[in-house]
């Protein structure tokens, strides 16, 4: 997993509440096709109608999404992380999320940013008073959105998520920050209880 210390980029600003994983990425483009090819079908079904804002130059190449409360609702699918991923965004910031997409995104590498719907519409605001050119920065190891303006806005999220995502640790890759410990424990437990490691194997 890439590791998040910070992105600096135009924010998109879609601006919706309860955008759901079906909207995110169709269910059809997860059969049969790699996580790695699912950027393009991003949004798919809403980037049919051309005024739509992802298919406006200067939020092509958007590192930071904004969006308004329950953001990524509805079935678990970790496709939708991927598309997201897929697009080149790293970050995407929103009162609030679903559950299961919000712990998709740290096992993925993708920061979900919980600001209230006052600051996330004040950079939006920011964000669009200067097409193409506003930046936002979000920096995990400030903890801290930067407007485009330059207010910087503090942010909260579980410390153990954030020294992973500094670190590009999925769960996976903190498991194993303990093998050691792990395998000590494996041949403790096989000394004391040799009948329940007999069909085990290393």
């Not at 008073?129 to 400030?142: K, M, Q, S």
């Not at 410390?159 to 498991?175: E, V």
């Amino acid at each position: 997993m890439e590791a998040f210390k910070s992105v600096t980029s135009v924010a998109i600003p879609l601006m919706r509440a309860n955008v759901d994983t079906d909207v995110i990425i169709p269910i059809q483009r997860l059969l049969g096709g790699t996580r790695e090819g699912l950027g393009p079908y991003a949004f798919e079904r809403m980037r049919a109608d051309p005024d739509f804002l992802l298919n406006r130059a200067e939020y092509k190449d958007g590192a930071i999404m904004l969006a308004a409360e329950n953001f990524g609702c509805g079935s678990s699918r970790e496709g939708a992380v991927w598309a997201l991923m897929g697009m080149g965004v790293r970050c995407v910031i929103a009162p609030s999320f679903g559950d299961i997409f919000f712990a998709n995104c740290f096992q993925n590498g993708l920061l979900p940013v919980r600001l209230p719907i006052e600051d996330v519409r004040r950079i939006a605001a920011e964000t669009e008073a200067a097409p193409g050119n506003a930046r936002t920065t979000v920096d995990l190891e400030r903890m801290v959105v930067v407007t485009p303006t330059g207010a910087e806005i503090p942010f909260a999220t579980d410390p153990r998520k954030r020294d992973a995502m500094l670190h590009g640790l999925d769960d996976i890759s903190l498991t194993k920050r303990h093998a050691d410990a792990i395998a000590a424990w494996r041949a403790r437990d096989a000394a004391a209880r040799a009948w329940a490691w007999e069909t085990v194997r290393p």
